[in-house]
């Protein structure tokens, strides 16, 4: 089982559409949690931190649920400038980050 | 904010030859960098940690004579695939962290893309 586990998608959706994307973790002593955007032939970038009280930076909202080891992110009113890959990113409890295979999203007009 | 470069970004080559890959962080001293291969649709996997002055610590599976990693500066650090394969192509990512442990911010390099005919 890997330890960081998402849906790749690819995720299709009309631009202005809600799309949310999920992220299961195995490692219960993981420490923090982040969501990174990926363009292509690009290097990851930080896009937030996650937190159990849930965060919000805008059009976007992560949740943390530490008792079912699940990450999300919620992504509203989507913008042609969002089609990415969206990396789900764990610190483990060595400090070390694992990444997820990451989740395609394209907004199309 | 903290700017790491990494050059250079792509690089094709014969198989047998080895290639240098050079991470500098540009605006800060960085006391560990991290180097990150991404094979196509899958997740960067960290390959090695190095530390300023001190020998790399390699990930289980990543053979430390095929891939010498180099820390010599606060700013540089250095991965040289020795005799690459096709097998070695992938996206190499480096990052680069102030402190001297996992738990401080990661920044990342642009990437180098390596293609081994």
């Known amino acids: 089982r890997k330890e960081v586990e998402q849906d790749p998608g690819p995720f299709n959706v009309p631009e202005g559409a809600t799309v949310a994307f999920n992220c299961t973790y195995s490692?219960?002593?993981?420490?923090?949690f982040f969501w990174y955007r990926q363009d292509c032939r690009k290097e990851p970038k930080l896009l937030m931190s996650?937190?159990?009280s849930g965060n919000e930076d805008g059009r976007f909202t992560a949740q943390l649920n530490r008792a079912s080891q699940y990450i999300s992110l919620l992504i509203r009113d989507s913008k042609l400038s969002d089609s990415a890959t969206y990396l789900c990113?764990?610190?483990?409890?060595?400090?070390?980050?694992?990444f997820g295979q990451g989740t395609t999203l394209q907004v199309k007009p | 904010g903290a700017v790491v470069s990494q050059h250079p970004s792509w690089v094709i080559c014969k198989s047998g030859t080895s290639v240098k890959i050079e991470c500098r962080s540009l605006?800060?001293?960085?006391?560990?960098m991290f180097w990150y291969r991404q094979f196509p649709k899958q997740s960067l996997m960290l390959m090695a940690t190095?530390?300023?002055?001190?020998?790399?610590?390699?990930e289980q599976g990543v053979e430390k004579d095929k891939f010498l990693i180099n820390h010599a500066s606060l700013t540089l650090s250095t991965l040289t695939v020795t005799s690459a394969h096709p097998e070695d192509s992938s996206f190499y990512i480096c990052?680069?962290?102030?402190?001297?442990?996992?738990?401080?911010?990661?920044?990342f390099g642009p990437g180098t893309r390596l293609t081994v005919l």
């Open positions: 990052s680069a962290a102030g402190g001297t442990g996992f738990s401080d911010t990661q920044y």
């Open positions: 490692n219960s002593a993981s420490q923090s």
């Open positions: 996650v937190y159990s």
């Open positions: 990113v764990v610190r483990g409890n060595t400090g070390k980050l694992i």
């Open positions: 605006d800060f001293q960085a006391t560990t």
């Open positions: 190095s530390n300023e002055g001190s020998k790399a610590t390699y």
